[in-house]
């Protein structure tokens, strides 16, 4: 069913005795612990568990995630917006292999000299735009019954945002995310007005794999589930290992330590396989995935000659099909975290 | 070089267009190759996927009513513009640089060093002095290239034949006058032979500016769609900005070329 | 000889590094004395230092030891008062002729608002010029050359179009560095009345560097030659120093006169020739300027 | 260039590194201003800050028992080496350009257009030809400054004196001897000259290829604590970056100096 | 005169472009014939196409119209047959001296083998010419000179440096523009005694351009004035043609021969004459192979 399929096995090679694969990932609160797995030697155990290789690669987010589309890596981690706009509606069929956190406040809109949603009417507002900072602030202005149109969206780069908007006070609104938002809130002035955490679970964090490249190699799929779920394990006891653990994390975001624990607080992390599997089966995956197609359809994001937002299908792990049943791009399997509940892996 | 024979102008365009031509069969196989196994695969366009995006970007307005070509084109060129007056000071600077010897004692150095930090690591510093606006643009373009537009001109006032200096000096030249009826005049053309060199610098800081912070611009169109992987947009406004910058390259030879007959000989 | 000393060149030398920055001496000891309105020729064996010792009057170059004076003041830059002629002539490339014989013009008689005025009305501020111009072009035979750029000169054209500029500012002291190495015969003869008839006219003085010793006898009020070898070298010297006995203008016959073949067979056989020059302990500098020194 | 006095060593050392010092002040003086409203305020670190910065990353191993600085810079200059390689193979296509027509026919104007396109805005088609190792960043410094080394050598071998080619013609010289023999002994300090010009666009596609991809670099190193706006590190990596351009850039005009005692006279 | 014909010149014309894009005719349908071992002095006005002529028979350049062959074959680039003296004195910058003077020995017999081992043993392969080298250098009187750069010399020094670089590879023609218009006197007899010692070795043939007339008429077994002024001129042509009458070698003391100053008279007179020349209906081309046509 998958048409990707020659190309996406570009990277994993079968020269050696066993079959390498190329994961890659990017600084972020929810996605720390693929690092800390890696410099652990967590994952390479697992690996060696299943006969595989798998190598993980530090990008930038949105290259990491082009990487992933243009066939360099076999697995990258991103959200479900960008899982949905980028590879999804490329053709690249993938499946979200473990649900690993929801946004909880690690979004937000912040503003200046105290003003409300409602005030931005005319307003310049920073974000990168198309982004989940954009999703954020179209659900922020459509629940204080505003439109797009009414505010005026200045495109920043990720990159630079938080010290644009805290050395330029002539600028209200700033959307953006952890740990950008931690920097800017320091600001004496700033205020946060809306987050994530008032749509919450809307924007999950996901490690996405190629779906073929799953179904060859589901030993993939149980490698990097297996090691995700032991490094939950160390980070949920609350001793002195999860303490060193979260302090490797820290170390790679460059960030301190109690730093990164403030980061963990407005992320939603599912410790156990056991809430993940519960999240991921239950509606309101479904709902915030239709959210998000919508929005991802209104503002071109699956093509701009896309006639609707049925266009690109996704399935759900019950088999529901939401979309074009002819051309589903992107899974949610909770088969793998359903074998890690069970203690299979 | 050692070409005696007179050229054939046939022959010429035949070579001159084979690289071109040869690349674009070869991307346009490659891209049918990956369609063919994945239909919907944005990261290596068609041209004929290309042509369409083009297409739309320049005669279709988008969902808010604009031409999106002609506006990102309008807002980046008046960067570029505006960043041009300074490069054109940036020229007199260097050759004042080059015939004082104060000012190349206070300055030359200090460029050097100017010259080689990388700006786009420093933005945060920038916004401060600048503001998001578009200052902070031209202010980008302007410290990018202009100290390297400064030392080549003073590197080509230094250079220049002392013996027609002196020749001035004693045909009563002033100083300013050695500035501005000799060594400008001479060096002007190799002025704009750099700053076409340069244009491809002043191109690279005016799209990372763009993308920093930005409305519209040629920049940060391609950074926004960037975000769904519309490759096609890319390419094609990326064939645009160099086809731009190729006619600019071109026109100022010409120009060179008609009203400096001299250069060069 | 009457007149004021108007260049006076006080015991100057001039050093220079070779490639293992050793030092050389170019010129030893110089001393020379210049009257207004002196038409002086100089000769040398190449490399002996004649363009130096004009660079050094002309101030683009100080000496390492000694002092050079015009006016009894020291000099120590270019100036108005001292025209120049290199041996490369270095012209402007980017104007034509008819500019570069303009330049000087031009540039003493600079205003803002005229340069002004000319950028919106071309050529109307220059129109006052075009006919002493055109009067120097015609005089150095490029009259129909006026438009071409110098790179589509021959190097004898180059070379008259550097003197026409040089000579139109009519400066007080006029140095000349191989003026018409690149001339035919005939071409110089005319250069030569040109350039006699100025200067008479002018009360100019001139310092002409040349290696043609006819055009040396010919031109000159006096005549000097440099030269490297000699007992004990160190540098060049003034190795002669005398004046021309005809009155100017002088007829192209005393060309023909012996006297005049015979100065030319002197400086050939004294001033040039290394073997008798090495042998000499005192030089014959019978010119009553001629400053006579121990060697 | 005017000057024909002794130059007194000391009052040129004075103008050299006056604006320097005033720049320091300046900013020294404007952070304090800011700390003084802010004591937390990170964009605007104070200068014991940086040094502060600059130390732990020299001095201090990290938590891996790296010694970052150097580290960085290790993996930096190792990209920059591998990329001179084909900067000197550019140097090498220029002057061949310059002598044969067919060639200058052949890659003249695909190059001009080729050195037009802002080789970062199309990064993800480098992904797919290059991979994300080592390679992909090599190949983003290659694209970015190749070309206009190229050009300029091209530039230069055209210019290159007819008379002397001639010359060596008489003499026998083969074509690759012209090329070997002539052009490049005389036009090698020149291409020194423009990659010592260049070397800043190394340095920024440098950076702008390991902020994608990397574990180590100083652009890496930059683009990681950018996040947390730790202006003290990067400030003085920059400071660290431009000092070390600096160097390279003396070092190469020293050499040239040296070892080229003709040129430039 | 004997000896077959090396170079012949086949109603040549050369045209070039003027700043408005109109041509001129700079050479009109210029027939020449030169035989082995001929020393062929050309004479002319400046601007008349000397340089042009020996341009066209270098090969750097192509005639407008016509043919011009090398031993029947016509030439279509320089080569190694024919060396060339630039009249500005052309040096490989980047090279000192000695090094200029070697480069074409160099070059003739370069291997890549003995390149790498040179570049291991710096010096090792040179070393073989290195005795050639510096006799040519001697002869030249620039052996204590070898180091330096061409920048590092006076006008004079660098024309000798291009000289024996030319010479010391022995061409079958030398073509001369001009060399020694940067000599003085006792340098240049010195260059002439050398040229013509070689000349007569070797059997060369030299085509010398020069303004000097005296220095025309001593070097050559035959003179040729070139002049773009006679009647209803479009470019220049050949207006005198004919042998020198002494054999070599010959004695300075020829240059005081009666007939030796008359020849100098008449070309002065005669073909430097544009008076003259403009009502001149035909020529006076007395050698033997002059190639006489209506004009
Ligand atoms: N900048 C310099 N550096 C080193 N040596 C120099 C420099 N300029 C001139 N010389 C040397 O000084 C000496 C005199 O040079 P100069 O040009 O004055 O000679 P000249 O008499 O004009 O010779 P010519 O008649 O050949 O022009 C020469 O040996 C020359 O090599
Ligand atoms: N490339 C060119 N373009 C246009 N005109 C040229 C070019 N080269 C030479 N000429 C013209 O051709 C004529 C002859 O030039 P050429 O250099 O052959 O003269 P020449 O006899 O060698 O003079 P000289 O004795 O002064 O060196 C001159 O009028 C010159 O202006
Ligand atoms: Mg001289
Ligand atoms: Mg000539």
Sequence with gaps: SSPSGQESNASSSTSGKSKKFKVAWSIYSGWQPWDYANQSKILEKWAKKYGIEIELIKMDYIPSVEAYVAGQVDACVMTNMEALDMPAASGVTSTALILGDYSNGNDALLTRDNLQVKDLVGKEVNLVELSVSHYILSRALEKNGLKESDVTIVNTSDSDIAPAFISNNSQKAVITWNPLIMEIKKQPDVKQVFASSSIPGEIMDLMIVKTNVLKDNPELGNALTGAWYEVMAIMKKEDKATEEALAIMAESAGCSLQEYKDQLKTTAMFYSPKSALNYTTSKAVIQSMDYVRKFCFSHGLLGENATSFDQIGIQYPNGEIQGDKNNIQLYFDSSFMEKAANAQL | ?265 | MTGKYILEVEGASQQYFDQSEKSFQVLNNINLQIREGEFVTIVGPTGCGKSTLLRMILGSERPSAGNVLMDQKPILKPDRNRGVVFQKYSLFDNLTVRQNVRIGLELENFSIFGNLLNTVFPGWKYEEYSTLVDEYLERVGLLQHGDKYPYQLSGGMRQRVAIAQAMIMKPKVLLMDEPFGALDAGTKDQMHAFMLEQWQQTGQTILFVTHDLEEAVYLGTRVIVLSQYYQGANGAKIVKDFNTPWPHPRDQSVKEEELFQDMIKTIRNQGLNSNYLLNQEEFDLSHADAIQLAS
């Design chain 2, 1 to 265: 070089m050692l070409s005696v024979t007179k050229r054939s102008s046939w022959t010429d365009t035949l070579l001159s267009i084979f690289l071109f031509v040869l690349i674009i069969i070869l991307y346009q196989y490659f891209a049918h190759q990956r369609h063919l196994l994945n239909p919907h695969d944005k990261l290596v366009p068609t041209f004929a996927q290309m042509l369409d995006a083009f297409t739309r970007s320049t005669f279709e307005p988008d969902r808010n009513g604009v031409y999106r070509l002609l506006d990102d084109t309008l807002a980046s060129g008046q960067r570029v513009l505006i960043s041009m007056v300074f490069v054109f000071g940036g020229v007199l600077m260097g050759a004042y640089m080059g015939l004082f010897p104060v000012m190349d004692k206070l300055f030359y150095k200090f460029f050097l060093f100017f010259d080689k930090i990388p700006a786009l690591a420093i933005l945060p510093i920038l916004f401060i002095f600048f503001g998001l606006g578009e200052v902070s643009k031209v202010a980008l373009i302007v410290i990018g290239v202009v100290p390297t537009i400064i030392l080549d001109t003073y590197l080509r006032a230094k250079a220049f034949p002392q013996e027609q200096v002196i020749k001035a000096i004693t045909m009563s030249a002033s100083k300013s006058q050695i500035i501005f009826k000799i060594i400008l005049p001479k060096i002007f053309p190799m002025a704009l032979d750099s700053i076409r060199l340069n244009f491809k610098a002043i191109v690279l800081f005016l799209i990372s500016g763009e993308a920093l912070a930005a409305t519209a611009g040629l920049g940060y169109r391609i950074f926004v769609v960037r975000r769904y992987m519309a490759m096609d947009i890319i390419i094609s406004y990326v064939i645009w900005i160099g086809l731009l910058s190729y006619l600019i390259d071109a026109g100022i030879c010409l120009w060179i070329k008609k009203q400096y007959r001299w250069y060069n000989k």
